[in-house]
């Protein structure tokens, strides 16, 4: 049964040039876009400004999380001519701070890494002033795999933790909530100079007891930017919404974990991994 979605979620925006040509471009060069796979509520705003999140590795992931509405299945083979398409359409955007994310692919031996690196290096080579943020699934704990990603350097590499310890069996099942905790030290422990970077969703059931844990454990795995946002429900088949939180509880984790000494947090309702990615660079975290 759904509830109806508060003032504070509603977001109204026409399709502006920029729009349409973000949309022109990724179907142009066979890209998949995060903002629309996962039917992000800011992808109209994001494209209206020009940028999107690209997702590599197709649009198949081989997990099913109850919380997620990327289609889950069996993906299609790795496209090489990926990376390349990715650094022209950041090119063409001119975009100052790029962010790349995928699906999971646990078929893959090395969970996808080396693409991951491939895209990296080909953004570097044609945009060599662009700042690069990924978005990695846990790599099924393949710190060989991890590795490739870090050498290639990209500026933020962020791993989402999604929700507290006590529901990870009723929506992320096929994850393990110390194995993320542990790529995001690893990540450390391969390149300190890369910043670290999870996310987590708020409405799902947790208590602010637990949320407070969950920013505790983040910082003492040395993450250093953190998301959180509000769970939206993508459709009946998904896990249920318990409640819309206020955009004051939003804030208020906000203020506990700056204390705790995180170098930023976004929180509030409409946050999500990858919104506005670029606003921590304005905030000098890099």
């Keep these: 049964?759904?509830?109806?979605?508060?003032?504070?979620?509603?977001?109204?925006?026409?399709?502006?040039?920029?729009?349409?040509?973000?949309?022109?471009?990724?179907?142009?060069?066979?890209?998949?876009?995060?903002?629309?796979?996962?039917?992000?509520?800011?992808?109209?705003?994001?494209?209206?400004?020009?940028?999107?999140?690209?997702?590599?590795?197709?649009?198949?992931?081989?997990?099913?999380?109850?919380?997620?509405?990327?289609t889950s299945g069996t993906p299609s083979d790795v496209d090489p001519l990926e990376p390349m398409h990715i650094a022209e359409a950041i090119q063409k955007l001119n975009l100052k701070h790029a962010v790349i994310t995928s699906v999971t692919r646990d078929d893959l031996v090395d969970g996808g890494a080396s693409h991951f690196a491939n895209v990296i290096k080909c953004i570097r080579k044609l945009n060599p002033s662009t700042t690069i943020e990924v978005l990695i699934p846990d790599l099924r704990g393949n710190w060989n795999g991890l590795k490739t990603i870090t050498d290639a350097k990209p500026e933020i590499l962020n791993h989402n933790i999604e929700t507290v310890p006590s529901l990870y069996n009723t929506v992320r099942p096929q994850a393990i909530y110390s194995r993320s905790l542990e790529l995001l030290k690893m990540v450390k422990k391969l390149d300190s100079n890369i910043l670290t970077k999870s996310g987590f969703m708020l409405g799902l059931g947790e208590n602010d007891d637990e949320v407070i844990s969950l920013l505790k454990d983040l910082k003492s795995y040395e993450c250093d930017i953190v998301t959180i946002g509000q769970y939206l429900q993508p459709s009946k088949n998904h896990v249920e919404l318990v409640e819309y939180v206020h955009p004051d509880k939003f804030n208020k984790f906000k203020d506990i974990g700056m204390n705790m000494g995180f170098r930023y947090i976004a929180s509030a309702p409409l946050v999500r991994s990858s919104y506005n990615a670029a606003e921590a660079l304005e905030c000098k975290v890099l």
């Design 1 to 70: 049964m759904y509830k109806r979605k508060p003032d504070w979620l509603k977001v109204k925006l026409e399709h502006s040039d920029n729009f349409k040509k973000v949309q022109a471009l990724t179907r142009s060069l066979s890209l998949n876009t995060v903002c629309t796979e996962a039917n992000c509520p800011n992808r109209l705003e994001c494209h209206n400004k020009g940028t999107a999140t690209f997702m590599i590795l197709g649009n198949t992931c081989t997990r099913n999380c109850r919380f997620c509405n990327v």
